[in-house]
């Protein structure tokens, strides 16, 4: 018996090796939920390129292993989040399958279309904002719906970042995707407490996943370090903890706030950034 027996969770974005959703899914899985990983599984669009997501036979592999390792009922659901009817399906099934729904978190997201403020168009803004912000929204709207009507209180979580809190340069709709994710866990946290369900961000600054390995590229490059090594060791020393962050420091962060310890913690943006962001 572990801390989340009993519990369903449901992961977006989780379909990836070596992403902070595949991390989550372990924890969740190790303490006992039932997990449902979801990911987009293939290309969409020239927004969703084979080389940045989750591939659907990753994510079922993923899911194998999670089933022979943990004994949690574990099962899969490709959704693309900036489809309402898809994130709404995804819902249903860890209902049907599971037989409830008490952990939802919003972890997919795109990071990797990043340009000068002036190269930025229209294309651009809506692909990212549709992914961390929209698909976001989507899935606590169906969360939450199924949760204020099972009546035993539930936790929201969305992955945010450290540019919820700062501004980057090249980021502009990443970093406002982020930051509206701020907005969103105040406003839903009213409705929702008096359900007894929580709605939090987890704010990570540097993890070093695909997708953080494609932005240590891109940025060392925008900073004119030497070489990727070098600005990993720029960012190693402005980082009070010394260090970049690990898919693990965001997998706790989670789990604490899915737990009971963490049942009168809501509406907030915690950062886990080993001291970089301190507001
Ligand atoms: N790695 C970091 O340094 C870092 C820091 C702060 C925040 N984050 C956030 O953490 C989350 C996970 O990122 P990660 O670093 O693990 O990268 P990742 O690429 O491993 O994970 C992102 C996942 O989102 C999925 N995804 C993309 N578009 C989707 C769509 N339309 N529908 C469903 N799934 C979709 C991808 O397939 C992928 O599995 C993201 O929201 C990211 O913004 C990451």
Excluded at 174 to 195: D, F, M, N
């Amino acid at each position: 018996m572990g801390r989340f027996s009993g519990k369903t969770a449901v992961v977006t974005g989780s379909g990836r090796r070596g992403g902070l959703g595949e991390a989550i899914v372990r924890r969740l899985a190790a303490e006992g939920a039932a997990v449902v990983l979801s990911d987009i599984g293939a290309s969409r669009d020239a927004a969703t390129p084979d080389a940045m997501i989750g591939a659907n036979a990753e994510m079922e592999s993923l899911a194998s292993e999670l089933r022979a390792e943990t004994g949690s009922p574990i099962s899969t659901g490709v959704c693309d989040v900036r489809d309402f009817g898809q994130v709404k399906a995804l819902a249903d099934h860890a209902v049907a399958t599971h037989g409830g729904l008490d952990i939802w978190v919003n972890n997919a997201g795109i990071g990797y279309i990043m340009k000068p403020l002036l190269e930025v168009t229209p294309a651009d803004w809506n692909a990212v904002i549709g992914v961390n912000l929209t698909g976001a929204f989507y899935g606590l709207r169906v969360a939450a719906e199924i949760m204020v009507s099972q009546g035993r209180g539930g936790r929201i979580i969305n992955i945010a970042s450290q540019a919820a809190k700062s501004g980057f340069p090249h980021a502009q709709a990443y970093t406002a995707s982020k930051h509206g994710l701020v907005g969103l866990v105040r406003s839903a946290a009213i409705e929702l407490g008096p359900h007894g369900v929580t709605v939090n961000n987890v704010c990570p600054n540097h993890v070093t996943t695909g997708l953080g390995a494609w932005q240590n590229e891109y940025f060392s490059k925008v900073v004119g370090a030497a070489s990727v090594e070098d600005y990993l060791a720029q960012m190693r020393n402005r980082i009070p903890m010394r260090r970049a962050g690990l898919a693990e420091d965001t997998a706790n962060a989670v789990a604490f706030l899915c737990s009971d310890e963490a049942a009168y913690i809501t509406a907030e943006s915690m950062n886990v950034s080993g001291g970089e962001e301190p507001h």
